[in-house]
């Protein structure tokens, strides 16, 4: 099994754990996807820079909650859901923190749902035709109680530091 896996943290927001980030999405891909190989990136940004990439990449007009690159070679991108991935996942925390506020649950939850939402996508899945989306929400929801039921959560939000 190769897991290359690069996590950085370029938003303010919320002060983020980044080791526990790791640890939760190395066991997502590793034990419940039973992923082989994998060189993923997970990116966490603020909403000008989601709106920037959503902007330039998608050409879709303002920010959005999480954005998948599959790096893989044309022809074997979403072909068949495999056990190889090479991708990006960017993840807008601002998007988490409005989103978690809709939907009664922490924001912590919604960082990981993205990324979980992320690596389905690089797994093949889609979501833009009604029963392909509720399939992918099943998974979705299913890894992320997996996941919830594993590890707390709560622990994604660094403490910082009081100045003396």
């Not at 080791?19 to 190395?26: A, K, N």
């Not at 920010?63 to 070679?73: A, G, I, P």
Request: charged fraction near 30%; charge should be positive.
């Amino acid at each position: 099994m190769s897991l290359d896996l690069t996590l950085q943290n370029r938003q303010r927001t919320r002060a983020m754990d980044l080791r526990q980030l790791r640890t939760i999405v190395t066991a997502l891909l590793s034990e419940l996807l039973e992923i082989k190989q994998a060189e993923l990136g997970v990116t966490l940004v603020a909403e000008a820079e989601m709106t920037r990439l959503n902007e330039t990449f998608l050409q879709h007009e303002g920010s959005t909650d999480v954005l998948t690159f599959d790096h893989r070679e044309p022809g074997t991108r979403n072909s068949k859901r495999g056990t190889a991935i090479h991708g990006e996942i960017f993840v807008c925390v601002d998007d988490a923190i409005l989103q978690a506020r809709q939907f009664r649950t922490t924001w912590q939850s919604e960082v990981v749902r993205y990324v979980v939402h992320g690596v389905l996508h690089l797994l093949g899945y889609d979501d833009h035709r009604a029963t392909d989306r509720r399939k992918m929400k099943r998974e979705e929801n299913r890894l992320l109680g997996l996941l919830t039921a594993r590890f707390p959560l709560s622990r994604l939000a660094r403490k910082t530091k009081l100045a003396k």
